[in-house]
């Protein structure tokens, strides 16, 4: 089941303000309203430099839990995923794995996740790829770096190299993504797209290729190539950093 399929299943029973600890009066305890009107103000007045991870954390957690002390939950994610980015990229599963995380829960942070993804894309579409190299990069480690499992997409830009298109094309494991040269372009062609961008992530954080990354770009710059299509480069996402097949010359032999 995908994670769109589960998330659907969740708006039918968001039940974690049922467990929220409230006064006999059903007022929120004054200690926990203070605090969120403190951390508010200082995200207002300092934007999301002015917050760590968790606190961060809490101010999405605040909307799926409106009466109840939410550091706590917030700081076992961070210890649980790693980071605030880990934690909107882990599985449905994988939070309900999480003391505490319950539907409501599960899927603010999926919302977020999607709001992530959207402007980060939208910086991207229809934009010429030279002019918005940066955005672009920001785009595939947003959708990409915290993948637990290798994820190949294609970008499609038309004769001006303005991007018309980002499919996902295949999925795979933690280190292995299944990948048809002849799909890939069978795909541009029906775009009727110039040229192509292949991007694909590496769970481990490394972006250095593998052999087989380097063989299968070969393949599909041949067979597009036949085809009057242009390869321009194929990204390797990881962690923190990215590498390009064009700037390491692997494009050159």
Known sequence: MSQFAEMRNLFADLDDVTSVATLPTGRT?????????RLRERFLNGGANAVPDYELLELVLFRAIPRRDVKPLARTLIDTFGDFNRVLSAPIAQLHQVDGVGDAVAIELKIVEAAAHRLARAKVMQRHVVSSW???????????AHRATEQFRILFL??????????EQAKGTVDHVPVYP??????????NAASLILVHNHPSGDPTPSDADVIMTK???????????????????????????????????
């Open 29 to 37: 305890p004054s200690y926990i309203r203070d605090h969120r009107k």
């Open 134 to 144: 940066d955005a672009l990069l920001d785009y595939c480690h947003t959708t990409m």
């Open 158 to 167: 038309d004769t001006k190299n303005a991007v018309i298109a980002d499919e």
């Open 182 to 191: 002849r799909e890939v372009v069978k795909r541009a062609l029906e775009l």
């Open 219 to 253: 393949k599909i710059v041949a067979v597009a190539t036949a085809l009057g299509i242009t390869v321009h480069d194929h990204l390797i996402i990881g962690k923190s950093c990215e590498l390009s097949f064009r700037a390491q010359g692997l494009f050159d032999d």
